[in-house]
């Protein structure tokens, strides 16, 4: 049975940060594709942030220099670390895991950047 677990999230100001977990059982971590999606209010869910079992990672445009996606193999853990928070990266945050032609998601955590 697979399980991703988020955690991390919560309130922050614009300007601040936060670092997202997810720890995933059920699979063999270190080949899969781990990745991090969100969906803002009234939005569609969008692609963050995605690392390869070998390290290479993608970032959405909109991210790019202020999010860092990072995985420990040891852990089963990947990691999104993000800086410089705007009011639009609000959002619930969802932990993906694809392997074998099979993906799986986590249950989300909350993100809201507001002062």
């Known amino acids: 049975q697979v399980q991703l677990v988020e955690s991390g999230g919560g309130l922050v100001q614009p300007g601040g940060s936060l670092r997202l977990s997810c720890a995933a059982s059920?699979?063999?971590?270190?080949?899969?594709?781990m990745g991090w999606y969100r969906r803002g209010p009234g939005k569609q869910r969008e692609l963050v942030a995605t690392i390869i079992s070998g390290g290479n990672t993608n970032y959405a445009d909109s991210v790019k220099g202020r999010f860092t996606i990072s995985r420990d193999n040891a852990k089963n853990t990947v990691y999104l670390q993000m800086n410089s928070l705007k009011p639009e990266d609000t959002a619930v945050y969802y932990c993906?895991?694809?392997?074998?032609?099979?993906?799986?998601w986590g249950q989300g955590t909350q993100v809201t950047v507001s002062s």
């Open positions: 993906n895991a694809h392997i074998d032609y099979s993906a799986y």
């Open positions: 059920g699979i063999i971590f270190r080949s899969a594709t």
